[in-house]
Each structure stands twice: as structure tokens, then as C-alpha cells.
């Protein structure tokens, strides 16, 4: 199976290259870095260390969504800029997407944090993606291309991008939530503050599935990538 994997960034200089290096021992068939209008060292970093760099407006929806056009794997995935997987999380994935039955899904997220609330709100996103079907991008979603195609790829909003895929993901097909875990780095929550931030995510999420306007929640929501 031929993965490409996407990573989408606007001025992530100071966790690209860690995240690039430890991408690059999973050997997937490409790296995209699809960039948004980096003005710091961003550019110089994906340009050495991916297989490809995409430039384009910002916007993590179409950035993905132009990493994946110019992809050539029949298997997407897409992490972010301080997404990381274990070598043994990648492989499991291949193994269960080799069944036709999957079209797609996400791991289990580990906030890479000591703190005791920090770890209280991954198995709390834990819980909501596995019972309530409430994904988030952070949870690295890999997606069959052809799939992703007919789904018109990730709607072309300013936010949760991620939650309105996957609720269309699994309504096409069989999805499976992995075990194995995507690590993210805790900055937003760090930089944030931690009640605050989780209260804030919560809202965001509660207003995006009552319709309220994506362009209105934004404007709440700090554009870290």
C-alpha cells in the first residue's frame, strides 16, 4: 500500500523538523507539506526534509485538500505539524487498512503531557471519539484516496474541518478508531490555559453541531497549527 502522508503548516518552525524527521522513519511512499503562507523558516525546513512542498492560501481544509490532490498513495493520512506516530501505530494501520472493509478513520489521542488534566482531557476525547463519533485532526485521519475524492475532501471552512469529515467519513462507510495513539503536543492547552482551552474546544464543537457559522466560531479559536 502506497501512504502519503500531508502535513498542513502556517509558521511552524519550531516542531516542523522534529515532526518531519520522525515521519520520515514510518517510510511511508511521500511526504506533502502543504504550507499556508509560512513567513518564518517553515519553507526552508519542508523543503529539505518532505518529498514535496505545496504552497497555497491559508486555510488547514484547503491546504489538506491541495496535499492530497497532488498526492500519488491510494491511502491518505494527515497529521499535523506537532502530530507524531510510533512506527508500531503506522504499521497497524497498513495492516487493517489491507481490509477492503475500512474506508478510513483515526487513532487514539495522547496529549504528550505529565499533567494530571492534561491526561484527564485525552481520555475525555478518547471517550467522545469512540462512543459519540466526534474525531478531531489531531487524531491523525487516514482516509482511502478514492474515498476522500468522492467525499469532495475536507469542506473548504475556517473551522472544525476535521469534525465535519469525519461525520461524513462514517457515513460512507465502515471506519475504525485504532487503539494505537496519535501524540500531540500540549502548547495550545500550555499557551491557552487549560480550563479555559477545553471549555472554549467544547463550545466551538457544541455551536459548529447546532449550524452555528464556521466564520463566527473562528474568530474564538487562536491559529495555532
Request: proline content about 4%; overall charge positive.
Amino acid at each position: 500500500m502506497k501512504v502519503s502522508i500531508i502535513v498542513p503548516t502556517l509558521n511552524e518552525e519550531s516542531v516542523l523538523e522534529k515532526t518531519l524527521t520522525q515521519i520520515q522513519q514510518l517510510s511511508p511512499h511521500e511526504l506533502i507539506v502543504s504550507d499556508g503562507g509560512s513567513d518564518d523558516d517553515t519553507i526552508r525546513i519542508a523543503e529539505k526534509f518532505s518529498h514535496r512542498l505545496i504552497t497555497g492560501h491559508t486555510g488547514r481544509a484547503m491546504q489538506m485538500n491541495a496535499g492530497a490532490k497532488a498526492a500519488t498513495g491510494n491511502i491518505l493520512l494527515f497529521l499535523h505539524a506537532d502530530n507524531r506516530l510510533e512506527p508500531e501505530s503506522y504499521q497497524k494501520m497498513l495492516k487493517h487498512m489491507e481490509n477492503p472493509k475500512w474506508i478510513g478513520g483515526a487513532f487514539t489521542l495522547c496529549i504528550e503531557s505529565d499533567k494530571w488534566s492534561i491526561k484527564l482531557i485525552s481520555l475525555l476525547a478518547n471517550i467522545r471519539s469512540r462512543y459519540f463519533g466526534l474525531a478531531y485532526g489531531d487524531q491523525g485521519f487516514f482516509v482511502r484516496k478514492e474515498i476522500f475524492q468522492n467525499l469532495n475532501g475536507f469542506s473548504p471552512i475556517p473551522i472544525c474541518e476535521d469534525l465535519d469529515f469525519y461525520h461524513r467519513l462514517r457515513k460512507a462507510g465502515s471506519v475504525i478508531l485504532l487503539k494505537e495513539k496519535a501524540h500531540t503536543s500540549p502548547r495550545r492547552w500550555i499557551k491557552e490555559g487549560i480550563v479555559f482551552t477545553t471549555a472554549r474546544n467544547i463550545l466551538i464543537a457544541i455551536l459548529f453541531g447546532l449550524g452555528f457559522p464556521p466564520r463566527m466560531l473562528t474568530k474564538w479559536y487562536l491559529a495555532i497549527r
